[in-house]
């Protein structure tokens, strides 16, 4: 019975092409807002929420927030893998062509050619090029998919950013966002194209690697104590939190950002309520009749939470799939500091939209269609 | 054999300080297969009569039994149920659903039985034939003419075969031509079919159609005379 009222639904929304099409586009529209928000906050908790198998740790030098002001003098390094836990300490360069928070920065890290792998996050592969030729050649360049997708360069291209000028030797796939959206290159060659370099020449971090995940902190407070009284005294954290500290400007607009995202969810809810409301107004002459053919109120209730559901499978489908493709095909990141949090394209993100529109259609359908399902049907006729 | 009876049947509205009694114990019986018209000026409580046999509205107190069952007896559901079973109506303003297609509109009381779409299809081209309107199943209400749409709407109201026809001054908004033409329709369908019609109406010549008249006025039943057939 209930199946057969569908198509009668369908041809109600269908219809009245202008007004479902307005109420669909007002839907999608505010779910394509919702869902690119939470795009973003997913990419903020994978770049810094921190799991049980991190074991990186970044010593930075304190109080400095950019690697234009960071500067740590190489043979650090040293000092450090002899601290208890350290399993490797790798110096790191890093250059950026803009360190405030913005889309499409380009970094450069600059690593030691024979330390690359105590660098990147495990479970990294290389989808193009080989690695070889990164080693041999100098001005190699590894450079993360995200950021190659995002600039569409691939292996045997040269590119230049921040008045560096690289070789593409490879792509480097990788679980981690930072690693998809860096080029790393060899130290030395980055040391000596800003000229800052020299033998026992200055980086802007080390990234530590501990043998176990449980001793993270005491090895950071190691660390820093090491070099309380140096001239260059050091701030030591976890990756993900080193992430959370230097683009914490992102963070905070993904933050208030949130907000809005909320907001995208009750303009939803508003815009079938308001549809349904009207509709529900237009069509009590349509409800009456129907009940006198025999409808029953708990039948027609059930048509209009339907025609709830499928605005908001409609409207919200549109709007988050465009959100989602978006963010897929466009490899979009956020880079403050050196740091890369990406705008996620998590298919998750498709079912949660879509779920949340067509929980929202739902809801906003119940009281309409519970006050329609108990008119009195002669009452009606005499009102219209 | 009697179809519809009626026993000191009451119908008291709240309207505002003073009640309304638009119905006032009103004893009636008809017939099954009669065709019956019931006449009365103005708020006389016409439609509220109306509206109690179709089960759309309850009665205050009194007794009103159609074709064995107990009508105040039903709950919500059941009566919904006992309407899409026993009753077909049919309204002065026609009252298609505009957005479904003439098709679309007879077919919507079969949608509540147990019937293949085949089925459905069958009964209601039949229906369509019967009121002479086969050639328009596709159109919308807004491209019908009035008496086009009523015709529609007895269809509407036949495709299910129903008990008990009533109308509601089926003839009220229609031109001189259409309404003779339904009229020539209800009286076939009555005598054909074998349905018992009960019409309201304030037109004499409509009126005339019917075999039995029944004169209502406020709220109870004046005189009863057989039509001169
Ligand atoms: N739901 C209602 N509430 C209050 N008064 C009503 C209601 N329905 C009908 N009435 C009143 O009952 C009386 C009879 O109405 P009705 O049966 O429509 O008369 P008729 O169809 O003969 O013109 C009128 O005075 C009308 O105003
Ligand atoms: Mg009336």
Redesign the interface.
């Known amino acids: 019975m209930m199946l057969r009222t569908i198509p009668l639904v369908l041809k109600q929304i269908t219809r009245s092409p202008i007004r479902s099409g307005l109420t669909v586009g007002g839907i999608a529209i505010a779910m394509f807002l919702f869902c690119f928000v939470e795009a973003m906050r997913d990419g903020v908790g994978e770049a810094t929420n921190a799991s049980a198998e991190d074991a990186t740790l970044i010593v930075y030098r304190q109080n400095r927030y950019c690697p234009f002001t960071s500067k740590l003098p190489q043979y650090y390094g040293d000092r450090i893998e002899e601290i208890e836990g350290v399993t490797s300490a790798v110096p790191v360069q890093i250059t950026v062509t803009n360190c405030r928070a913005s889309l499409d920065v380009v970094t450069f890290r600059g690593v030691p050619v024979g330390e690359l792998e105590d660098v990147l996050e495990p479970g990294w592969r290389i989808a193009d090029g080989s690695l070889a030729e990164w080693r041999t050649r100098g001005d190699g360049a590894l450079i993360g998919e995200a950021m190659a997708n995002r600039r569409g360069i691939g292996v045997g291209d040269r590119f230049s950013a921040a008045g560096i000028t690289v070789y593409v030797a490879a792509i480097l796939e990788s679980d981690a966002a930072q690693d998809r959206n860096v080029s790393y290159v060899q130290l030395p060659f980055l040391q000596e194209t800003l000229k800052t370099g020299g033998t026992g020449g200055v980086v802007t971090q080390f990234s530590v690697r501990v043998d176990d995940p449980l001793v993270m902190e005491e090895v950071a407070r190691a660390i820093d104590s090491e070099f309380r009284y140096d001239e260059h005294p050091t701030s030591t954290s976890s990756e993900k939190a080193f992430v959370g500290r230097a683009a914490r400007d992102i963070i905070e607009i993904v933050g208030f950002a949130t907000w809005l995202g909320w907001g995208a969810l009750v303009t939803v809810f508003a815009l079938v309520a308001n549809a349904i409301v009207l509709a529900m107004r237009d069509r009590i002459r349509d409800h009456a009749v129907l009940q006198t053919l025999g409808f029953t109120g708990g039948l027609i209730g059930f048509m209009v939470v339907f025609e709830g559901a499928v605005l908001g499978i409609v409207g919200g489908g549109i709007g988050t799939l465009a959100a989602w493709g978006i963010a897929r095909v466009g490899h979009f990141s956020m880079t403050m500091g050196g740091t890369n949090i990406e705008i996620s394209s998590n298919p998750m993100l498709l079912v949660l939209g879509i779920a949340l529109a067509v929980a929202l259609g739902i809801l906003a359908g119940v009281v309409p269609a519970w006050r329609v399902s108990r008119r009195e049907i002669a009452h009606s006729f005499r009102t219209v | 054999m009697t179809l519809i009876r009626c026993d000191k049947l009451t119908r008291v509205y709240q309207g505002g300080v003073e009640e309304i009694r638009p119905l006032d114990e009103l004893d009636l019986a008809i017939d099954r297969g009669q065709f019956v018209a019931l006449m009365g000026p103005s708020g006389s409580g016409k439609t509220?009569l109306l509206?109690l046999l179709?089960g759309?509205?309850r009665p205050t107190s009194g007794r009103l039994v159609i074709d064995d069952q107990s009508i105040g007896e039903l709950s919500?559901?059941e009566l919904?149920?006992?309407?899409?079973?026993h009753?077909g109506?049919v309204?002065q303003l026609y009252?298609l659903?505009?957005?479904?297609n003439a098709y679309?509109n007879v077919e919507?009381?079969l949608?509540?039985k147990p019937m293949s779409q085949r089925e459905r299809h069958e009964r209601v081209s039949a229906a369509l034939e019967v009121v002479g309107i086969a050639d328009r199943h596709a159109h919308y209400p807004r491209q019908l003419s009035g008496g086009q749409e009523q015709r529609v709407a007895i269809a509407?109201a036949i495709v299910t075969e129903p008990t008990l026809l009533l109308a509601d001054e089926p003839t009220g908004d229609l031109d001189k031509a259409s309404a003779t033409a339904v009229m020539e329709l209800l009286k076939r369908l009555n005598q054909e079919q074998g349905r018992t019609i009960v019409m309201v109406t304030h037109d004499t010549t409509t009126a005339e159609y019917a075999d039995l008249l029944l004169h209502l006025e406020k709220g109870r039943l004046l005189e009863k005379e057989e039509a001169s057939t």
Request: aromatic residues 12%; hydrophobic residues 50%.
């Open positions: 509220t509206n179709a759309i509205d919500r559901n919904a149920a006992w309407r899409a079973d009753v109506y309204f009252n659903v505009p957005v479904l679309e919507l009381p949608l509540l509407r």
